[in-house]
């Protein structure tokens, strides 16, 4: 069974940052890949960053230049830094890994006020 427990979320004024963290309770190279997803209030859930275990990195359109995925080895923790937040940010931002399956955090709210 793995477990993804998301951390760092809260609330911050536009043009803020906050860095989330997502620790894993195994490697994290042994999963194929590793994940940020965001739901806002009344929307599906959407992608924000995906980190292969090869190193390709991906970002959705919305977030190039503003949030950055790195990951920790030896801590098994992938992190988003998220900068220059928008109020369009503010949603639930999930933790995925991938395994074959496909495994959730709980999710950590971040909110934006403008």
């Known amino acids: 069974q793995v477990q993804l427990v998301e951390s760092g979320g809260g609330l911050v004024q536009a043009g803020g940052s906050l860095r989330l963290s997502c620790a894993a309770s195994?490697?994290?190279?042994?999963?194929?890949?590793m994940g940020w997803y965001r739901q806002a209030p009344g929307k599906q859930r959407e992608l924000v960053a995906v980190?292969?275990?090869?190193?390709?990195?991906n970002y959705a359109d919305y977030v190039k230049g503003r949030f950055t995925i790195s990951r920790d080895n030896a801590k098994n923790t992938v992190y988003l830094q998220m900068s220059s937040l928008k109020p369009e940010d503010t949603a639930v931002y999930y933790c995925?890994?991938?395994?074959?399956?496909?495994?959730w955090g709980q999710g950590t709210q971040v909110t934006v006020s403008s």
């Open positions: 995925k890994a991938v395994a074959g399956l496909g495994y």
């Open positions: 195994r490697s994290i190279l042994s999963f194929n890949s």
């Open positions: 980190l292969t275990s090869g190193g390709s990195i």
